[in-house]
């Protein structure tokens, strides 16, 4: 029992402590129970939250706010009409072949790994590959059922994603112009007494600020470079291979590996087991190796760092609870995790200096920082 009482007025003695998590623990209840219904209030904030940066680099070339904030949304309009009216077709084009060609895909794989025992009798058996190829046939049969049931769920929310297409570009546009007014608003109903989650927001507002700009010019250049590449090599449906290895970047480590598959498998129903072949897996292992030592590190340098482990229990925890969203903001919120605790303890021992043995907090405890 004294060792729960060291603990607790050690780290839950604080108000501070006490109003971070709070706040916390309200945001985690708000995005389980209501996630669905504020989904496009929450991405439209998310939209304008990025798009700041780019009113506040305009501003810093002496415009006017609501200047800025027209040239960033036609910008963000422009970019919205571009990705719906030329890169969705295109995309959806490039999908639609590759389906109406998978069966012959499937069969030259099949012609192809039959081959094998008879190159590497020594190395591969007959009924290796059999189970192989039976294996691939569930497989291939399994994702054909997501993607058919993917399709109707799609459809039946077609609907839905039209009125969001219509609200969301009108909410980033009043987020952005009425910043000022909204966040005056909100912060009326916080406590005064909230300096440690001010800090913990201000170190937070850095580091995903930069991770969300690091990683939108990461996925655009690898998806180019990737795009080209494979284009220069003759590989089919170029660009939407190269989308997604562009979107691998998002799940570290596991996305490159992941993304692999279809590339190789791809470049091996076209080309075979030739030079080609090789060149497509080299081309693909180059763009991941650049990538991950020079274009991340460069991009991402002013993001805390994570340890490898760190990234991949935050990517199985969250997409656990979220699916694909989970996925996707990982290592933003394994990166608020850290940051949330790294203020805790910090806070705590500077509390504990101050008040020694004294569990009753000074009444101005924004004072310690």
Known sequence: MHIIQEWYKRYLSDPQIIILLFFLVAGIITILTMGN???????????????????????????????????????????????????????????????????????????????????????????????????????????????????????????????????????????????????????????????????????????????????FWEILIVWAVSYVTFYLLGLNFAILLGLTVGLSVLVPYIGAIVVMFPVVLMGFSQFGWSPDFMSIVIGYTVIQLLDGNLLAPLLLSEVVNLHPVAVITAILFFGGFWGFWGVFFAIPLATLVQAVLRAWFRRSRQYMVINPGNPKPPENSTDIQ
């Not at 700041?52 to 415009?63: N, Q």
């Not at 800025?68 to 910008?75: C, P």
């Open 37 to 215: 219904v504020l989904a496009p209030v929450i991405a439209s904030m998310v939209i304008a939250y990025l798009l700041e940066g780019l009113v506040d680099l305009l501003k810093k070339c002496h415009i006017p706010r609501l200047a800025a904030v027209l040239i960033v949304f036609i910008t963000f309009l422009t970019f919205l009409i571009f990705i719906l009216f030329w890169l969705l077709p295109l995309l959806s084009g490039q999908l639609a072949q590759f389906v109406g060609q998978l069966p012959s895909m499937i069969a030259r794989w099949q012609k192809q790994l039959m081959l094998l025992p008879e190159r590497y009798p020594d190395l591969i058996s007959q009924a290796f590959v059999t189970d192989l190829i039976d294996m691939l046939q569930t497989e291939l049969g399994r994702w054909g059922q997501r993607l058919l049931a993917f399709s109707v769920a799609s459809f039946r929310s077609l609907i839905t994603a039209l009125v969001y297409l219509v609200l969301m570009p009108l909410m980033v546009f009043f987020f952005l112009k009425d910043k000022k007014k909204i966040t005056l608003w909100f912060t009326g109903f916080l406590p005064e007494n909230r300096g440690l989650s001010s800090q913990v927001w201000k170190e937070m507002n850095l580091q995903i600020g930069n991770y969300a700009r690091g990683k």
